[in-house]
């Protein structure tokens, strides 16, 4: 049997299985722990039984203490949480972070702005951020306020080598990105032990290489996107891939009936209201896997497909159906649907 995991933003389930070695002297090596207000979990193959499970949790400690130095908003020391306390003006930035920002741009620019890594003013607004949470929504004109101070396009620009901000008030916020980078540089410092096959997973961010212990592509088991219960809602495969998953229903506040999302529309400043519930991403890589299913979950199905069609995005799309026998309806870009043939 393959090795089945449940993912979803910030929350999934390792399903436990008995794992068979691809070769007699083959070890499984397994370690987590935690990171970014999440966990990490690692399985690698070791086709020699050669490095320990102590080795391993080193060389990942290192990568994400690198990370983390960087991009956690949650850190007042860190590089992006220094930048968002300077005034206007702009501040060098590491290769790792302009390597960051370089990708929110891009996916910036070919979401037509909904992926947007500088509304830190309006996330702090609602209650999202680093600081004190609310549980009540802002007036409008606090939107509006916050509004005036957020956007790529209005407040930020990146040149080699640094960042600069347009107002003091600018903030940027990576949650979108930053753990799929993350399991990138994981995938980095397990690949640097000589291990070819592998599973690494930030709170729901993912990439896998190679085969599992028995032979086969990683399967992976989508959630169902509900805020109570646990269950996988499709399997898929997955190999040489990252992947992530983008849902509504995990982080979120209810004031008079109405449920607010932490995913915020930039052009809008309010959180997401249509029905399309979840947005499971596949790329090359975890951090643009990452950026894509906030993109996708924030633009909608409807638009969200038209998008991924445009550039060629292996996107699958759970939304809540209002009535009929179905809870959720699936649908599928046809580059997920190759992936999966």
Not at 33 to 53: L, R
Not at 138 to 155: C, F
Not at 299 to 327: C, D, M
């Amino acid at each position: 049997m393959a090795n089945l995991m449940t993912l979803s933003r910030r929350n999934f389930l390792i399903m436990p299985l008995a794992l068979a070695a691809c070769k007699a002297n083959a070890a499984v090596v397994e370690t987590s722990g935690t990171t970014m207000g999440t966990v990490y979990n690692v399985t690698a193959i070791d086709p020699d039984g050669k490095v320990s499970q102590q080795a391993l949790r080193s060389a990942i400690d290192a990568s994400l203490a690198e990370v983390n130095a960087q991009m956690s908003n949650w850190d007042a020391g860190s590089e992006i949480s220094r930048f968002n306390a300077q005034p206007a003006g702009t501040m060098p930035v590491s290769e790792g972070l302009g390597r960051v920002m370089s990708a929110a741009q891009d996916v910036h620019l070919a979401s037509e702005g909904q992926f947007d890594v500088a509304i830190g003013p309006l996330i702090d607004c609602w209650g999202f951020g680093a600081g004190v949470a609310r549980h009540n929504a802002p007036s409008d004109a606090e939107i509006a306020a916050a509004l005036e101070v957020s956007g790529q396009e209005r407040t930020l620009s990146l040149q080699p080598g640094g960042l600069t901000k347009s107002t003091d008030r600018a903030g940027v916020y990576l949650s979108g990105i930053g753990k799929g980078y993350g399991v990138d540089r994981v995938a980095a410092a397990v690949e640097s032990l000589g291990l070819t096959d592998y599973m690494i997973e930030i709170g729901g961010d993912l990439y896998t290489s190679g085969r599992n212990a028995q032979g086969m592509s990683w399967r992976i088991g989508i959630e169902t996107p509900d805020a109570v219960g646990r269950s996988v809602l499709k399997v898929v495969s997955a190999s040489n891939m990252g992947m992530a998953t983008s849902g509504d229903y995990r982080n979120y506040f209810e004031q008079d009936g109405v449920r607010y999302s932490h995913l915020i529309d930039p052009q809008n400043g309010r959180p997401i209201t249509h029905r399309t519930a979840s947005a499971s991403v596949m790329a090359e890589n975890a951090m643009l896997a990452d950026a894509w299913a906030t993109a996708m979950l924030i633009l909608g199905r409807e638009r969200g497909l038209e998008i991924a069609q445009r550039n060629n995005l292996a996107v699958l799309f759970v939304e809540r159906n209002s009535s009929g026998s179905k809870p959720f309806t699936i649908t599928q870009s046809p580059r997920f649907s190759e992936l999966q043939a």
